[in-house]
Nanobody, 122 residues
Framework: QVQLVESGGGLVQPGGSLRLSCAAS????????MGWYRQAPGKERELVAV???????KYADSVKGRFTIDRDNAKNTVYLQMNSLKPEDTAVYYC????????????????WGRGTLVTVSS
C-alpha cells in the first residue's frame, strides 16, 4: 500500500503565499512523476503542476510564474510553493502519483491524496 498525505493549506489573503507539502509513505522503491491538481467548487479537477523524478516540470498556464513545484526524492515528498495567490486559486489541492514502484515488484497506479483546502480571500 502507498499513501499520499497533503498539508499546508489554509486561508490566505490575495497576493499572499502558501507552501503545500505531500508526503508519500508505504512500500516505495521509486516514484516517477508527482503532481498537484486542484478542484474548485462546481468545476472539474485540473492539473496544476507536475514534476518528473529527474526534476523536469510542467505547469498550467494559469499558474506559470507564480507557482513552483519541487520534490525531495529521499523523503518521497513533493512541494508546491504558491505565490501571488488570487481568489481564483481557491480550491482543494490534491497530490497525485500516477505510478509508484514497490520493492516487491508491485506497481501502484493512480495514487491520490485526500486533498488540502486553499482559500484565497480578503
Amino acid at each position: 500500500q502507498v499513501q499520499l498525505v497533503e498539508s499546508g493549506g489554509g486561508l490566505v489573503q490575495p497576493g499572499g503565499s502558501l507552501r503545500l507539502s505531500c508526503a508519500a509513505s508505504g512500500n516505495i522503491r521509486r516514484i516517477n512523476d508527482m503532481g498537484w491538481y486542484r478542484q474548485a467548487p462546481g468545476k472539474e479537477r485540473e492539473l496544476v503542476a507536475v514534476i518528473a523524478s529527474g526534476g523536469s516540470t510542467k505547469y498550467a498556464d494559469s499558474v506559470k510564474g507564480r507557482f513552483t513545484i519541487d520534490r525531495d526524492n529521499a523523503k518521497n515528498t513533493v512541494y508546491l510553493q504558491m505565490n501571488s495567490l488570487k481568489p481564483e486559486d481557491t480550491a482543494v489541492y490534491y497530490c497525485n502519483a500516477p505510478e509508484v514502484l514497490s520493492p516487491y515488484g508491485v506497481t501502484y497506479r493512480g495514487v491520490w491524496g485526500r486533498g488540502t483546502l486553499v482559500t484565497v480571500s480578503s
